[in-house]
């Protein structure tokens, strides 16, 4: 009460335009608080309500079987004249590997199987099992020699899963999935299309499920070329993610404790990348990133073969950004930076080697930073030092070697810089190279990206459909 009279003798105090503001802005708060009251008690009224559902069906699952047990039970007392008891065995039913669906259902298959699908839905299951009941589902229309039904599914699939990518053009997770299933629908044409190249590879129970009635070449082509396009739309968003973190990461952190201090003077780092920045980044940030993609690749089931592919793409970006911003910067261009930048490499061939993925030929990518690295610590001073440079600096051109030279910084008033006579003794020794003139490297440049057959050894008779997929409507045969 006197809380509410102080506040009362305030209101009197307030003009009356303020004494209106107020009395308004004290019933909102009245009807803000009142509102949450209600949503507290909705709330506990669809908690109480789900509560009763739940012991509802519990009932009802127990007045069934009771009903079911007195049917048996008057159904015993029937065959009493039965002398001994009789037991019906079930035949096991011998599947083929196909799956029926009838057409007005493709529409649901597709929006279940494809554009509504989550991929955490199939987290334990059989990597791309999208792609394996879509194959069974293309079996059995081949089975009934209905080439309208394969037609409409394996376009409506295509498109399906345009759609879905279209969606989530950012989502690592889920081009991945997609490319993964994508792959394994067209290893899955191949591997059952009956061409003798691919039964070769096959088990005689899988030979039994390849198709009867259609060649279906062509659409392997769209698969393919859709193949291309998904893994495309992966190194993009892959490259995305790894983008920032690259220049702080090899060229600005320090990962060797103390080179700090061996540094050059003169020169601050640029704000879009300081250490204590929220922009920084280390090479350990880069390394999970790497590790949090290999492992939903592996995951997903995705070729060995196009994950080794991915990899060297990436490599190949790492290495053109790094060395790209150390022939623009004159302020990392410097032998501890070499150290520093020699040492960043090593970690990441480790983990090359640690993954099992050093046969990729990612590390070979990055022989132009390596040797940029080792010229930022040679002596520049001899004809013999310009030799050495000219023989190491293989995988660098000509005019990539004399940016360095001439961009390099001395740690102090105690190293000279590199002289103008050393640079054309440089220049002089390599004249006979025929080197692009670009100096920097295309980041953008995309190696061919191969699709190797990659037979599975599953069997279709030995898929099953996890209920989490709601696909109670497909009939397996």
């Not at 299933?181 to 005689?204: I, P, V, W």
Request: with cysteine; glycine share 4%; hydrophobic share 35%.
């Amino acid at each position: 009460m006197d809380k509410q009279q102080q506040t009362f003798c305030q209101t009197l105090l307030l003009s009356p335009e303020a004494q209106v503001e107020f009395g308004v802005q004290q019933e909102i708060s009245r009807l803000t608080n009142e509102n949450l009251d209600l949503k507290e008690l909705v709330e506990k009224l669809e908690k109480n309500e789900r509560k009763l559902k739940k012991q509802l069906k519990i009932y009802m699952k127990k007045v069934q079987d009771l009903e079911a047990a007195q049917a048996l039970a008057q159904s015993h007392r029937g065959q009493h004249e039965l002398t001994r008891q009789v037991t019906v065995q079930r035949k096991e039913k011998d599947f083929q590997g196909m799956l029926e669906y009838h057409k007005e259902d493709e529409a649901l298959l597709i929006r279940n199987l494809v554009t509504d699908l989550k991929p955490q839905t199939l987290s334990g299951t059989v990597p791309c099992l999208p792609a394996y009941i879509l194959y069974m589902c293309i079996r059995h229309a081949d089975y009934t020699n209905d080439d309208l039904k394969v037609h409409s599914l394996l376009t409506s699939t295509i498109n399906g899963i345009k759609k879905v990518l279209k969606k989530h053009i950012d989502d690592f997770e889920m081009t991945s999935f997609w490319l993964s299933n994508t792959c394994r629908l067209l290893h899955c044409l191949k591997q059952y299309s009956g061409d003798e190249g691919f039964m070769t590879q096959n088990t005689a129970k899988q030979n039994e499920h390849c198709l009867k009635n259609f060649d279906l070449t062509e659409y392997r082509q769209v698969l393919s070329d859709l193949s291309i396009q998904i893994y495309q739309q992966l190194i993009k968003i892959a490259e995305g993610l790894l983008q920032p973190m690259i220049v702080s990461a090899m060229l600005e952190n320090e990962s060797i404790q103390g080179l700090c201090g061996v540094k050059p003077t003169g020169y601050r780092k640029r704000s879009s990348s300081m250490v204590d920045g929220e922009n920084s980044y280390c090479l350990e940030g880069i390394i999970r990133q790497m590790n949090s993609f290999h492992t939903v690749m592996c995951d997903q089931g995705l070729d060995p073969e196009i994950i080794l592919q991915v990899f060297k793409q990436l490599f190949y970006m790492i290495n053109a950004v790094t060395l790209n911003n150390l022939l623009l910067r004159k302020d990392v261009c410097s032998w501890s930076t070499g150290m520093q930048l020699r040492y960043n490499i090593s970690q990441l061939e480790e983990w090359l080697r640690g993954r099992n993925l050093h046969q990729s030929g990612a590390a070979q990518t990055m022989e132009p930073l390596i040797q940029a690295a080792q010229l930022l610590q040679l002596k520049k001073k001899t004809h013999e030092d310009a030799e050495a440079i000219c023989s190491l600096c293989t995988s660098l051109s000509t005019q990539q070697i004399v940016k360095i030279l001439n961009l390099y910084t001395p740690l102090n008033e105690f190293e000279e810089r590199v002289t103008v006579s050393f640079i054309r003794t440089i220049q002089a020794q390599l004249q006979e190279r025929n080197d692009p003139q670009q100096l920097l490297l295309d980041c953008k440049h995309m190696f061919p990206v191969l699709f190797p057959f990659n037979p599975s050894s599953l069997t279709m008779d030995s898929i099953h459909i996890p209920a989490s997929l709601n696909l109670e409507f497909l009939n397996e045969v």
